[in-house]
Nanobody, 128 residues
Framework: QLRLVESGGGLVQPGGSLRLSCTAS???????????IAWYRQAPGDEREGLGC????????NYADSVKGRFTIGRDNAKNTAYLNMNRLKPGDSAVYYC??????????????????WGQGIQVTVSS
């Protein structure tokens, strides 16, 4: 059964950078199974916000306007890991961040329509 675990969160000063990792386990690996990965976040009292996604091969990415130009998503399929690189962080970026996986056809260069497997989430706090 596919499982996702986020890591790399914590406290960072405004204007700083942070990289979150999303490591998958419990399956045959991203080189054999085709999953798109998406990143979300949720701050207290707010709805969950989709940040972006990456296709199984990494050739396609898409971002929400709120993070476009500051955040990038990457993946290393050999390591079964996806990344969320966050730059020029603002206090408003403080939230619990989640990664999620959704199946897509093998060779697809797009993201999934739905994401059925989620990580447990990790806290990111941007504060001086």
């Amino acid at each position: 059964q596919l499982r996702l675990v986020e890591s790399g969160g914590g406290l960072v000063q405004p204007g700083g950078s942070l990289r979150l990792s999303c490591t998958a386990s419990g399956f045959s690996g991203f080189t054999k199974e085709s999953y798109a990965i998406a990143w979300y976040r949720q701050a207290p009292g707010d709805e969950r916000e989709g940040l972006g996604c990456i296709s199984p091969s990494g050739t396609f990415t898409n971002y929400a306007d709120s993070v476009k130009g500051r955040f990038t998503i990457g993946r290393d399929n050999a390591k079964n890991t996806a990344y969320l690189n966050m730059n020029r962080l603002k206090p408003g970026d403080s939230a619990v961040y989640y990664c999620a996986a959704g199946p897509v056809p093998s060779g697809a260069s797009w993201c999934a329509q739905s994401y059925g497997t989620w990580g447990q989430g990790i806290q990111v706090t941007v504060s001086s």
